[in-house]
């Protein structure tokens, strides 16, 4: 360290009173900056966990694979778990004896063990079908169908087949056309039940769910959902490149959970949102600029003394200004953490409010305050971010400081001609201010001439604090919007 960086770091115990003062100010501007950052991340991971429950646990799907591309996919290693569907769409099924033909027929999904386990992100009793011969079924459906005494390793009979209108189109889906008739494309099976569902939201329009056979694998109809080994911003990337290697026709990427690895496209939620928090996070650096360097302004006259008996022993320009640097590293590698820990802090306690708040709406299907908890997510990528803009700012806020330190020349100092430049006239008050405000008020404005850049940059700092607070507002609503968890629905009932 060298002599000025002595002086400098004295200095600063000697003026505890500023030290602390200017290190709250970047404690503040760290934890809004934390904020951001550990906002972002948190929603981003409970969109993400959302969107595992409401559409199950993979990343993409793959339509109309040959046994061949089943057999490259499984293999590949870019890929951590495969998972097989028969179809690209639902099949459809009758109950044996049903009480009525809308309760007895529903859709029914066609899959392999791996894949019921992706989509599986319900309550359930037993386990997923693993042949042909076993089906999981929804509590519901058998309470609706006589069978509310049915339990794991009893037999129902179902018969496999279409719903379908007069003019022979396909029906899929949870609404029933009074038009429409069940054509049977097989007899009636007996199947094994080895697993009761209560409401799985990742299919919620499937009643039953039967293990896929090799006959089926081979057909060329089979969906194939793949869980990524690599979980990460190039997920996209992945699964394109996985697609054009084995020549796959179509893929369907899991958005949420794509968007929660920083993974997004054009369009996409995290798209849309990453302008609008980059916006915030000008404005917080903006303000936190300002406040700062208000911290230093506040004690400018102390500085110039101090900055001039540096010149006087022979300090050079350069010197001079590395010292107002190295006074905000010192500032700096107090304020960074003590900021960091405090943004995780007061975001942790805002974010559990705002997603119980969320959550408990239940606007999200099958997502409620049993199986799902708004947690704060720090990932290394927020902490990265949020040292280097602190740092960036914390350079700013120094910079205009360290350059006219390095002008300071000891007359400067003596004189402090660079802190006060007014004339006697214009320190003279307005009639009108001593009317209304008195005598304290008259000293308070001439005072403010006095000091003329130290009251604008207050007067800044108070405007950016209402624009920022104002931009925070407008912020959020555009994040809910961005999310899609809010709409105007012009209608009541559909």
Request: hydrophobic share 40%; with cysteine.
């Amino acid at each position: 360290m060298n002599i000025a960086n002595k002086l400098t770091y004295r200095h600063l115990k000697e003026n505890k009173g500023r030290t602390v003062v200017t290190t709250l100010g970047i404690c503040v501007s760290v934890a809004m900056i934390t904020a951001v950052f550990v906002a972002m991340a948190s929603f981003l991971n409970l969109f993400g966990e959302i969107g595992k429950i409401s559409s199950g646990n993979w990343d993409a799907y793959y339509y109309h694979l040959s046994q061949s591309q089943i057999e490259q996919v499984e293999k590949d290693s870019r890929i951590s778990k495969v998972g097989l569907k028969y179809g690209s769409e639902n099949k459809s099924f009758q109950i044996k004896n049903p009480t009525s033909y809308k309760r007895g027929t529903a859709e029914m999904i066609i899959g392999d063990k791996s894949y019921f386990e992706m989509v599986l992100t319900g309550n359930f009793d037993g386990k997923v079908p693993a042949n042909e011969n076993e089906v999981a079924v929804e509590k519901d459906f058998l309470d609706k169908n006589g069978m509310k005494d049915a339990k794991v390793g009893d037999k129902i009979v179902l018969t496999q087949g279409q719903r379908q209108l007069d003019d022979g189109s396909y029906v899929t889906g949870s609404n029933f056309n009074k038009d429409e008739k069940f054509v049977p494309s097989g007899d009636e099976k007996e199947y094994t039940i080895t697993a009761i569902l209560h409401t799985n939201p990742a299919t919620k329009y499937s009643s039953v769910w039967r293990g896929i056979s090799e006959d089926e694998i081979k057909s060329g109809d089979i969906c194939a959902y793949i869980t990524l080994a690599k979980q990460n911003s190039s997920a996209y990337s992945t699964i394109e490149d996985i697609q054009n290697d084995y020549k796959i026709d179509v893929y369907q990427a899991n958005e949420d959970v794509l968007a929660s690895y920083l993974s997004g496209r054009q369009g996409d939620f995290l798209v849309t949102m990453l302008p609008i928090v980059l916006v915030v996070l000008i404005l917080i650096v903006i303000a936190s600029v300002m406040l700062i360097y208000n911290a230093f302004g506040m004690s400018l006259s102390e500085r110039v003394r101090y900055l001039g008996m540096l010149a006087s022993v022979g300090a050079t320009k350069s010197q001079k200004r590395k010292s107002v640097y190295f006074e905000g590293a010192i500032l700096g590698a107090i304020g960074i953490p003590v900021g960091i820990l405090a943004g995780i802090l007061g975001i942790s306690i805002t974010l559990k409010l705002v997603g119980h708040k969320i959550i408990s709406t239940g606007m999200i299907a099958g997502v409620n305050d049993s199986n799902m908890q708004m947690k704060t997510v720090v990932p290394a990528w927020a902490i990265i971010g949020i040292i280097l803009v602190s740092i960036f700012t914390i350079f700013i806020s120094t910079f205009i400081p360290a350059r006219k330190a390095s002008k300071i020349t000891p007359i400067d100092a003596i004189r402090q001609r660079q802190e006060i430049k007014v004339k006697p006239k214009k320190l003279k008050a307005p009639k009108y201010i001593k009317k209304i405000f008195g005598y304290e008020g008259e000293l308070a404005y001439k005072n403010l001439k006095r000091n003329g850049k130290k009251s604008r940059l207050i007067t800044a700092s108070i405007a950016l604090s209402i624009v920022l607070f104002i931009s925070c507002n407008y912020f959020c609503g555009m994040f809910i919007q961005a999310s899609g968890y809010e709409k105007n629905i012009p209608y009541q009932i559909a």
